[in-house]
């Protein structure tokens, strides 16, 4: 007589079953159901328009259909369900679940966060041999998904750097990690006085060039490929970093800053405006789920304002102005304590 499997053990071998999310991202990353709908439903010909082997994709089709994905037909070949016409193309997930995409290639470092709990490091890095930022700028193919993935606008209050910081007094302003240049389009559109530079890296530098362009500021705005670990663009008036060092863990962050006070050199200053990753959600669960997927992506762990200027201080910064505080982001204006400009930037923290 076969032996009860108990309740509770059938449940926790279905939490840990990671062939359901497997079987139903390589669907979508191969187009199973456009390829369904455009008529061609049997295991050989789907094979063929996928660019896949013949005998593992008669096994996926074979288990989508377990898992109601797709179903049978009379004839030997298949059809999607409900659900499973959910992933043709337009239709709103297959993109986002596509491993080959950006989010998809995202998710899927998500089943390696034990490179994280092991070395502090990115899931994403340890399955991608490059950090999140570095990897989807390298290649081309991402600049357009890049595009639609971004926002336009100003997000995580990032309005506040326009309005509260005094810019009356600035010329020349760097945005060091500033993305497609949305806060210098808000900056320079705001206060004509001003000129921006922004250093990012390739697709991102393209992206922005096209948009400085279309928001007519290409005369006053650049964009610079460039690197934070390395030498900055020297003697502006204000370097601003915006949301960037949520993403690394203190001794990046570090880095970062004494790269930014070296380029500051004896004028300039930093205006950090940090953004805290770890929100507080109504929900718990979300809010546990939320911490661990940023985790997998990025090194950040998340910061408020103390923990800011505690980095700050190990970058030998003074704070000189500071904004309130809210639960997303902090704003402070740094300046180099005299003599620590030029200390060594890479000695870590
Ligand atoms: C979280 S985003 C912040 C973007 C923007 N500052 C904002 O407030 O929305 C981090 C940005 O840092 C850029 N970045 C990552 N590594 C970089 C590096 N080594 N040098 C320059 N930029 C980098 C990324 O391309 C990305 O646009």
Request: hydrophobic fraction near 40%; include cysteine.
């Amino acid at each position: 007589m076969a032996t009860e499997i108990p309740p509770q053990v059938r449940d926790l071998l279905k939490k840990a079953d990671l062939l359901p999310p497997t079987a139903i991202r390589i669907a979508a990353t191969l187009r199973i159901a456009d390829h369904i709908a455009d008529g061609v439903r049997d295991p050989a010909g789907i094979a063929e328009r996928a660019g896949a082997q013949r005998v593992p994709m008669e096994r996926l089709l074979r288990y989508l259909a377990t898992i109601d994905v797709l179903c049978e037909t009379d004839d030997g070949g298949y059809d999607v369900t409900g659900t499973g016409a959910l992933l043709r193309s337009g239709a709103g997930l297959r993109e986002a679940l596509d491993i080959d995409g950006l989010m998809g290639r995202g998710e899927s470092a998500t089943p390696f966060l034990l490179h994280t709990l092991r070395t502090g490091k990115s899931a994403y890095a340890g399955v991608h041999g490059r950090e999140y930022w570095e990897d989807v700028n390298a290649e081309p193919v991402f600049r357009e998904q890049l595009k639609a993935l971004g926002h336009s606008g100003l997000a995580w209050e990032g309005e506040r750097i326009v309005k509260e910081y005094p810019w009356s007094g600035v010329g020349h302003v760097v945005d060091v990690g500033g993305n497609k240049g949305q806060l210098l389009i808000a900056l320079l559109s705001e206060f004509s006085h001003l000129r921006g530079t922004l250093v990012e890296l390739p697709n991102l530098v393209e992206l922005a060039t096209e948009d400085f362009a279309r928001a007519g500021l290409q005369d006053r705005c650049t964009a610079v490929v460039g690197d934070f670990f390395a030498e900055l663009p020297a003697g502006a008036d204000v370097y601003v970093l915006s949301g960037v060092l949520a993403d690394w863990d203190d001794e990046d962050a570090v880095r970062i800053l004494r790269r930014c006070a070296e380029a500051c050199g004896t004028r300039g200053r930093i205006l950090l405006a940090d953004i805290d990753l770890v929100l507080d959600m109504p929900d718990p669960a979300d809010q546990a789920a939320a911490e661990l997927r940023t985790m997998a992506t990025v090194p950040g762990i998340g910061r408020d304002v103390d923990g800011v200027k505690e980095l700050a201080g190990r970058a030998g910064l003074d704070i000189t102005w500071e904004g309130e505080a809210s639960a997303i982001r902090s704003l402070l204006e740094l300046t180099p304590r005299t003599g620590t400009a030029q200390a060594a930037p890479d000695g870590g923290a």
